[in-house]
Structures are given as C-alpha cells and as structure tokens.
T-cell receptor, first 113, second 113 residues
C-alpha cells in the first residue's frame, strides 16, 4: 500500500517568513495530492491540491510543487501570518478507483508575531 | 451549501459498550469515507461507502462497521469498545469518489473510559 512521510513534524517561523513542508510517497500509482489544514477542535480543511499531470499550483500565498520522478511534493506558504498556525497534513491518493487518502503524520506550524 | 455534519460532536463511553456515530455528507455527494485520528497513528482510513455499498475498507478489526443510507447519510458503529478506540472520528464526503476532492466534517471526539 501507499506510505506517506512528512517533514518536519514541527516548524516555527516568524511572521512574514516563508514555511516549507515536504512529503514523500511510495506508490508511483498515486495521482492526487491534497494538503489539509487542521485547527484545534476542527476537522481538516482542504487548502490546496495538485494532480499528477501538473508540476506546480499556486493560490495566493500558498503553493504546492510535485516531483513525480522523485515522488515528493511540497507545500510553500509565503508571508506567513499568525492565523496560519495549525497542523498541516499532506496526503496521497492512489489511482485505484477508491477514495482512500493516505496521510502524512502532520506538521505543526507555529507563526510568531 | 452546508458542509459535512457529524453527530454527536463528543461522546464518552466505557469499555465494552458500543457506539454509533453519524455523518451527513454535503448535498449531492454520494461517497462517504471514515477516518480515525489519534496522536500516535495520525489519520487512518476506516472505510468508504458509495451508493450504499462499502467500496473499500482499511485495516481495522471487525468491531468497526458502517453503513450508508439511500440519502447518502452514513453511520459507523464500534462494538465492544476498548480504551484504544479513543480518538477523533472524521467523516469526509465527495461527489463521486476516486480523485474527487474530499471535504471533512468537524469529527466526533470519542473517549472510552
């Protein structure tokens, strides 16, 4: 089955800095890679996703890059703000016809004012 | 559109009891997936239902079961509760399944004493 590794487990930055979270996946059949943000007491909220036919996608301060050859993808947040503080999860979905996401262990991002 | 709703939000049970959790997907969504979230194991896939049929199942014991109704609402049941079943149980819905974006509910926090 699929295995997703996520680094770092915690990340502390100053407001205005950039933050980068990296994930690797094991199964080359995976073709969909979402990123979720989870705030305390809430369910994961999709913030950006990328499909395997695209190398990069950007949405305002958030961008995701995908390297299919190396089987890794990254989340980039620029101009971080205190409200970006949360746990971020990457996930991968295999092209199996099933909606089964395999998640990384999460990164706790702390943005200090 | 209303988001994914889960009831109850919090639940306290004792070992040996059983519990039923409910999930109402986004209107028009036919696929419902369940995940268990714990600090140690992270987010793990339980099962997925599509058009009242279980389409995929994760690596959990038979004490964990689920079903989906004709209106796409889903329930999951855990029998003979164990302390290790304490977790946040998340439900996610998407329109058809496979590579559609999954939207999560707020979760049900289950505590087993």
């Amino acid at each position: 089955g699929e295995n997703v590794e996520q680094h770092p487990s915690t990340l502390s930055v100053q407001e205005g800095d950039s933050a980068v979270i990296k994930c690797t996946y094991s199964d080359s059949a995976s073709n969909y890679f979402p990123w979720y943000k989870q705030e305390l007491g809430k369910g994961p909220q999709l913030i950006i996703d990328i499909r395997s036919n695209v190398g990069e996608k950007k949405d305002q301060r958030i961008a995701v890059t995908l390297n299919k050859t190396a089987k890794h993808f990254s989340l980039h947040i620029t101009e971080t703000q205190p409200e970006d503080s949360a746990v971020y999860f990457c996930a991968a979905l295999m092209n199996s016809g099933y909606s089964t996401l395999t998640f990384g262990k999460g990164t706790m991002l702390l943005v200090s004012p | 559109k209303a988001g994914v709703t889960q009831t109850p939000r919090y639940l306290i049970k004792t070992r040996g009891q059983q519990v039923t959790l409910s999930c109402s997907p986004i209107s028009g969504h036919r696929s419902v997936s369940w995940y268990q979230q714990t600090p140690g194991q992270g987010l793990q896939f339980l099962f997925e239902y599509f058009s009242e049929t279980q389409r995929n199942k994760g690596n959990f014991p038979g004490r964990f079961s689920g079903r989906q109704f004709s209106n796409s609402r889903s329930e999951m049941n855990v029998s003979t509760l164990e302390l290790g079943d304490s977790a946040l149980y998340l439900c996610a819905s998407n329109p058809q399944g496979a590579t559609d974006t999954q939207y999560f509910g707020p979760g049900t926090r289950l505590t087993v004493l």
